[in-house]
């Protein structure tokens, strides 16, 4: 091999690598200068409140328009948190889902003996999005760093930027 074809073979795999370098680093800008997406577009209607043994139970029509994954985690009726069993609502689907109507506590925190249903109850659904594909890819982008020992600040949030609330009322009951 003559000398020539040495240095065109060396320069050729210095460009390679620096190619390489470079969409790497391209790749690692985008990722980290991105923010958050905004909450998925979900809504939530009222639907009925039925009779239950244990008392009134709202049943409400939850729609998700977004393209990824929703899951509700809780609701909060009357001022009462309540976590749920967790109910997954697909891309461009919608579910149904009910929970009892809580008596609201007084001001020492007991509570109280009945629901009314005169006036509106506030209503708030506690939900969590599915990571989008750019989050992934910074989760992984972070493991393999850290499999190095390299600690890039902000590279892998946490999740509780997946969380986000929506609101409905009951309206009062005649």
Known sequence: MDTTT????????LI?????VLLVLVVIVAILGSGPPPPPRVTATFSAVTNAPGGPVAVFHLANYSHLV???FAQQINGVFIPCPAETILPRKSATLSAPIAPPTDVTGLKTNSVSLSSP?????HLRRQDTHLEEA?????SVFQTVRI?????NPDSSRNLFR?????????
């Open 121 to 125: 109850i506030a209503v708030e659904f």
């Open 70 to 72: 929703v899951h509700v």
């Open 6 to 13: 040495k240095n065109r073979s060396s320069r050729g795999r």
């Open 138 to 142: 910074r989760e992984m982008l972070d």
């Open 166 to 174: 929506i609101s409905a009322t009951i309206p009062a009951q005649d």
């Open 16 to 20: 390679a690598g620096a190619c390489v």
């Open 151 to 155: 600690t890039i600040p902000g590279l």
